[in-house]
């Protein structure tokens, strides 16, 4: 077995890292069906998220702010219901340490 090729591994060592390689497959493959995906990324993003997406098979779409301040005044400016469906939900959750 030939070991990996070297470079090119992304480093999670600062957020910005984590930022910069935010992708899904699935958004493309939904877009046309759930346009509300790019919708409620755009609305993160404007919110000041350093990166939007959606998370696993589709289930929610997440935004990563710089700190927990951040993401609560973001979440306070998100539009409730507006474009995501009814029972479009927003909450702020922590990565665990």
């Known amino acids: 077995m030939e070991a990996p090729p070297r470079g090119g591994i992304p480093s999670f060592r600062d957020l910005s ?3 910069a390689i935010v992708r899904n497959d699935f958004e493309e493959a939904w ?3 759930c346009p509300e995906i790019g919708r409620i990324k ?3 993003l404007a919110a000041g998220a350093l990166a939007a997406g959606l998370s696993g098979s589709g289930s929610a779409v997440f935004g990563l702010f710089a ?3 951040e993401a609560a005044d973001a979440r306070g400016r998100m539009p409730a ?3 995501g469906g009814p029972g479009r939900r927003c909450f702020v959750a922590r ?3």
Do not use: R
């Open 95 to 97: 990565s665990i340490p």
């Open 17 to 19: 890292g984590l930022a």
């Open 42 to 44: 755009g609305e993160l």
């Open 81 to 83: 219901n507006a474009g």
């Open 31 to 33: 877009a046309p069906v």
């Open 67 to 69: 700190s927990g301040k």
